[in-house]
């Protein structure tokens, strides 16, 4: 079945820096890659998502790319902001396992 | 006005006892889920539901069991609660049953079993 290794756990960036977080799958039948932002005592939100015939996507200060031969992805966000402080979720979907999610990233945004 | 509303938003109950947890879409979307977030936030889905299908993740318990009244609905029975059932319980739905595509979560419901 489907495995998303999700890195790192935990984020710590000053404001205005960027922030990188980073995601590997393992079934090569997997072709959408969304990205979920979790604020503390919500649910899930999509923030952005990437398909397999596209190689980076763009939103304002957010950003993921794809290595479909490689299998790894990754979220981008630059210029960060106190309201960035969230977890992150990076998933895969399209296989036969359903969406499967990386074990998240609690990004801190430090002031 | 919500998409994917599920109540009660925190459930405290002791061992042994049967809960529901109810979630509703206004979305029009032909799939609901289920997913458990422990204390690690880890995401796992218990159940996908279309009213054609029920898929049930191996690794649910059988006293855990999806009832959907219509397709807006999906809602969550718990039997004979456990200490290892505290846990986060979003609902989420989505527009097709694929997996290539975005789903909506509902706000969660914290459940805590004394």
């Known amino acids: 079945g489907e495995n998303v290794e999700q890195h790192p756990s935990t984020l710590s960036v000053q404001e205005g820096d960027s922030a990188v977080i980073k995601c590997t799958y393992s079934?090569?039948?997997?072709?959408?890659f969304p990205w979920y932002k979790q604020e503390l005592g919500k649910g899930p939100q999509l923030i952005i998502d990437i398909r397999s015939n596209v190689g980076e996507k763009k939103d304002q200060r957010i950003a993921v790319t794809l290595n479909k031969t490689a299998k790894h992805f990754s979220l981008h966000i630059t210029e960060t902001q106190p309201e960035d402080s969230a977890v992150y979720f990076c998933a895969a979907g399209g296989g036969a396992d359903g969406l499967t999610f990386g074990k998240g990233t609690h990004l801190i945004i430090q002031p | 006005d919500t998409a994917v509303s599920q109540t009660p938003k925190y459930l405290v109950t002791q061992m042994g006892n049967d809960k529901s947890i109810k979630c509703e879409q206004n979305l029009g979307h032909d799939t609901m889920y289920w997913y458990k977030q422990d204390s690690k936030k880890f995401l796992k889905i218990m159940f996908s539901y279309n009213n054609k299908e029920l898929i049930i993740n191996e690794t649910v318990p059988n006293r855990f069991s999806p009832k959907s009244p219509d397709k807006a609905h999906l809602n969550l029975h718990i039997n004979s609660l456990e200490l290892g059932d505290s846990a986060v319980y979003f609902c989420?739905?989505?527009?097709?049953?694929?997996?290539?595509?975005?789903?909506?979560f509902g706000q969660g419901t914290r459940l805590t079993v004394v």
């Open positions: 989420a739905s989505s527009l097709t049953g694929t997996s290539d595509t975005e789903a909506f």
């Open positions: 079934d090569s039948a997997s072709n959408y």
